[in-house]
């Protein structure tokens, strides 16, 4: 398995909802992303876990809580969301947290949309 | 900070060669990476460089020089489907790469 599972492909959320991102991977990479990438723009970083700790978070806001439940799977939590906060959110995996030659498999995201 | 530099816009004809530069200036280096992503996808990985030097992986090469700060990454024989952004980035030296605003690449018939 050579892939990064991102569900749901499509979320439409009130700002009031309480939502939940999922990303699996099973090529044994221990460290896992999530970027945010508005419409023409590059990928943002937010969040960094390597060996099921986070060691980065990119000053994002507190409405963004992420998880890492074991070394295969990564939440990221949603609540009280704005509609700027609107984008497409990308997983990625790597063989450590030092993106090896091979650079990182990202999943194919989830285009949130925020009413 | 960081900083990565990219063409916003190329334009090409099927069949042609284009290069697309990339500079950075950066706390650290620990390799340059190309990623290419078509409208609505998530990025493919293309090249990596470390080392000065070219990197030739079928139509795609990737060029680095660590003392120019600078990359490029070179696409010969254009298809249409190489229509895409095409995403520039360095991990600095921690643990996350760094991606420039990448460059939109057109290719036309």
């Known amino acids: 398995d050579t892939e990064v599972t991102q569900t749901p492909k499509h979320l439409v959320m009130g700002m009031t909802n309480k939502k939940s991102l999922k990303c699996e991977q099973h090529?044994?990479?221990?460290?896992m992303y999530w970027y945010k990438q508005k419409a023409k723009k590059p990928p943002e970083l937010m969040f960094v876990?390597?060996?099921?700790?986070?060691?980065i978070n990119e000053s994002v806001p507190s409405r963004f809580s992420p998880e890492c439940p074991n070394s295969s799977l990564l939440n990221l939590h949603l609540h009280a969301l704005q509609p700027e906060d609107s984008a497409l959110y990308l997983c990625?995996?790597?063989?450590?947290?030092?993106?090896?030659?091979?650079?990182?498999?990202f999943g194919s995201g989830t285009r949130l949309t925020v009413v | 900070g960081q900083n990565i530099d990219q063409p916003t816009e190329m334009t090409a004809t099927e069949g042609a060669i284009v290069q697309i530069n990339c500079t950075y200036q950066?706390?650290?280096?620990?390799?340059l990476f190309w990623y290419q992503q078509h409208a609505g996808e998530a990025p493919t990985f293309l090249s990596y460089?470390?080392?000065?030097g070219l990197e030739e992986k079928g139509r795609f090469s990737s060029f680095l020089s660590r003392s120019k700060g600078y990359s490029y990454l070179l696409l010969k024989e254009l298809q249409m489907k190489d229509s895409a952004s095409y995403l520039c980035?360095?991990?600095?030296?921690?643990?996350?790469?760094?991606f420039g605003k990448g460059t939109t690449l057109s290719v036309s018939s």
């Open positions: 990625a995996s790597s063989q450590r947290d030092l993106p090896a030659q091979y650079g990182y498999t």
């Open positions: 876990y390597s060996y099921e700790k986070l060691s």
């Open positions: 950066t706390s650290g280096f620990n390799g």
């Open positions: 980035a360095v991990n600095p030296a921690g643990t996350a790469l760094i």
């Open positions: 460089n470390v080392l000065d």
């Open positions: 090529m044994g990479h221990r460290a």
